[in-house]
């Protein structure tokens, strides 16, 4: 079984076995924890593990969604197969931290059980990840930001206690570390690019800009583990003032996007634009529940 190739893995699938469901990304993979000793840890929390897995995967699903939406739309060939692999990596991400999700609370629930499910005030998503893309360097703008800081977490979840945690975040580091260079690299073409193209680049950034707090802002389920994000703020942003700098344009200088109540995505408060993303991504297991292939 090709575990790290989707295309490979559904043709080396074979017959299904007897009473094993297939859908969707979880079709014909090896078991995505991947060996991983997946006991819980001594002194963790598998109510608050399970919560934070949500939090981490429901974010990396989204934005695969997203991603995917490129397909025959975006202006290259060459990066529409890019933006589909970026999507890719994504989905992996998600299945290992859904997977793990519903291992640690103790409920037995699958990634498709979470990613199909599920209704939209029950992820745990920034509102980042789940926004329309706008235009192509709109989506620039989103997957730099989202890949250095979602890089600059891994860097510290490699060390975190849960080692089924700890493997994901290992993997996702490389996987984003090739994500944030793309993104670099067409910051740098559309930012010192043309009159236009500059034009285009900044306001994908000035559109991006207002999201990023809730990146940084910690939730009750993230300082019990230890994992408070607001460490990351200062230098997350200035790695992304200096990528923003060399393409010749201009930090933005606005406000964060409103709470709801003191509420946001980790706390299943979203934009009206996550309805219809989860209507699409869930439609053909919800039409046809139980169904196998």
């Not at 890719?88 to 793990?100: H, N, P, S, V």
């Not at 406000?255 to 869930?282: I, K, M, N, S």
């Amino acid at each position: 079984m090709t575990d790290d190739h989707v295309y490979l893995t559904l043709s080396e699938a074979g017959p299904e076995p007897e009473g094993e469901a297939r859908w969707a990304y979880g079709t014909g993979f090896a078991d995505p924890l991947l060996g991983v000793d997946t006991a819980l840890p001594d002194g963790v929390e598998g109510a608050d593990l399970a919560a934070y897995c949500q939090m981490l995967g429901d974010d990396a699903l989204v934005l695969s969604q997203r991603l995917i939406e490129w397909c025959t739309r975006a202006p290259e060939l060459e990066e529409e197969v890019a933006l589909a692999n970026l999507g890719l990596d994504l989905l992996g991400q998600a299945r290992r931290l859904l997977t793990r999700a519903g291992q640690a609370d103790g409920s037995g629930r699958t990634e498709d059980d979470l990613a199909y499910w599920r209704e939209d005030h029950e992820f745990r998503n920034v509102r980042l990840v789940e926004v329309p893309n706008g235009d192509f360097a709109h989506t620039v703008a989103r997957i730099l930001a989202f890949a250095t800081a979602r890089q600059a977490l891994y860097q510290r979840l490699v060390h975190h206690a849960d080692p089924v945690l700890a493997a994901v975040a290992a993997a996702g580091t490389k996987e984003l570390a090739y994500h944030r260079e793309w993104a670099q690299e067409w910051l740098l073409r559309l930012g010192d690019g043309t009159p236009y193209s500059h034009e285009r680049m900044q306001a994908g950034l000035d559109a991006v800009w207002p999201l990023l707090d809730e990146l940084f802002t910690p939730h009750p389920v993230e300082l019990r583990l230890g994992t408070d994000p607001a460490a990351l703020r200062e230098p997350v942003l200035a790695l992304l003032a200096d990528d923003i700098a060399e393409a010749t344009l201009t930090v933005p200088d606005a406000a964060p996007l409103a709470y709801v109540g003191g509420r946001a995505g980790r706390d299943g408060v979203h934009t009206e634009d996550l309805g219809p993303l989860l209507a699409e991504l869930q439609v053909v297991a919800r039409a046809h529940p139980g169904a196998t292939w």
